[in-house]
């Protein structure tokens, strides 16, 4: 592939643009692109055409992306994304999920096991990871289901998906309930250096759960999901991987009291890594007013209050990053009445913004914030080597570039994935992906993925 020049970006939006020099995948220069010596801090460079916000091909010469002074950042690592992929492909497919991710400046996401069949084998893992592959635009982690069937009853075979390569392990949609699974598996985690994801809801306090337990649940007469059926397992959690020694990690923290339990088992030591979904830093359960089960999500949308300390909490770090817990959604099984409806909605499309508006605008992270938070520790939480990495010559080019005073309406009909359950639907947005590159190839520019 010839070389690559991104032109004018400014990396974590720090400092005067300048030109970055990609070649073979890796970042080999950053500096000033001189046209006269047709060099790069010294790298020579076959000289090329430019047009300006797209890729051109410069013959044998170099490409270019005009930058126009747009944040660049590392590409976006996504922990929690469900590509439906195989069961549901009537919603999601690998195809549709990956064009999503790199239309939002994602260059990996780890792919739920909640599958039909469920990704608690090998097969099925090594499916997903091979049809990833050949779509080409993301690199796709499938995660690997704790037990088998999602059942809760008997562990899967994680050392046999580890050795496929797996790094994530969760039941996701469902919480491993069963304290003495959940201590075998963090186990296991030990011992195979991989991570469990855990999806934190006491089943036995949420049956028939429809939102919120509280003002709004009532007044609308929906059956109450307990903040506390989060906060219990997440504190029991902290409390066994600690007594183990094994890593965890929190699915979609949606509760102030979960991050009280977090902010505590960290400052004992413990190591546990907590995500927060878009949704659940910007909605709060005031939306349920009408009904309209695109509102609907597990864990549910929580009150003003929760957001502000989810907000707070992923800004001082004790909720480590942002993960979009993307769900497709046919409109038979999502547009009914609310009881009925699936829970879920997609977000990887929306994230950059959502964080923008809800963490960057008001001053609760700056652009480096949000490299961490999208990005950095997602990767190493995961254990990626190549991704999440520094903006620095030597470095993998896996990166996206944002346009920051970009605005744009989302329209869940334009969205790459099959299904259009967006709660953001008609909502005007700040920051915009402009491209996304995995390993120096540009996966999306200009609200296009590549051919
Ligand atoms: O809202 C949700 N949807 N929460 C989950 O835990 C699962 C997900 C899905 O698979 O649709
Ligand atoms: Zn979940």
Known sequence: MSPLILKGVRPYGEGDPVDVLIRDGVIAAIGAYDETSATLDGHPVHPGGTTSGDVTSGGTGHRTVEGGGAVLLPGFVDLHTHLREPGREDTET?????????????????????????????????????????????????????????????????????????????????????????????????????????????PRLTVGAQAHEGEQAARLGLQGWPAAAEEAVVARDCLLAAQVGARLHVCHVSTAG??????????????????????????????????????????????????????????????????????????????????????????????LSIVVETMLRPGLLDWRGVARVLSERPAEIAGLPDQGRPIAVGEPANLTLVDPDARWTVRGAELASIAANTPFEGMELPGRVVATLLRGRVTATGGRVAA
Not at 148 to 165: D, P, S, Y
Not at 182 to 201: F, G, I, N, P, T
């Open 94 to 202: 690998i195809a549709t999920g990956s064009a999503a991710a790199a239309l939002g400046g994602y260059t990996a996401v780890f792919a739920m096991a909640n599958t039909d069949p469920v990704a608690d084998n090998a097969v099925v893992v090594e499916h997903v990871a091979r049809r990833g592959r050949e779509v080409g635009l993301v690199d796709v982690h499938p995660v690997g289901a704790v037990t088998v069937g999602l059942g809760g009853e008997r562990l899967a075979e994680l050392g046999t998906m580890a050795k496929a390569g797996v790094r994530v392990f969760s039941d996701d949609g469902h919480c491993v309930h069963d304290p003495l699974i959940m201590r075998r598996a963090l186990e296991y985690s030990k011992a195979l250096d991989v991570v469990v994801a855990q999806h934190a809801e006491e």
């Open 258 to 351: 979960t991050a009280d339990v977090l902010a505590w088992a960290k400052a004992r030591g413990t190591e546990v890594s907590a995500e927060v979904t878009p949704h659940h830093l910007l909605l709060t359960d005031e939306r349920l007013a009408t009904y309209d089960p695109v509102n609907k999500v597990n864990p549910p949308l929580r009150t003003a209050a929760d957001v502000e300390r989810l907000r707070q909490a992923l800004a001082d770090g004790v909720i480590d990053c942002v993960a979009t817990d993307h769900a497709p959604h046919a409109v038979q099984d999502k547009d009914v009445e609310w009881s009925a409806a699936r829970p879920g909605m997609l977000g990887l499309q929306t994230a």
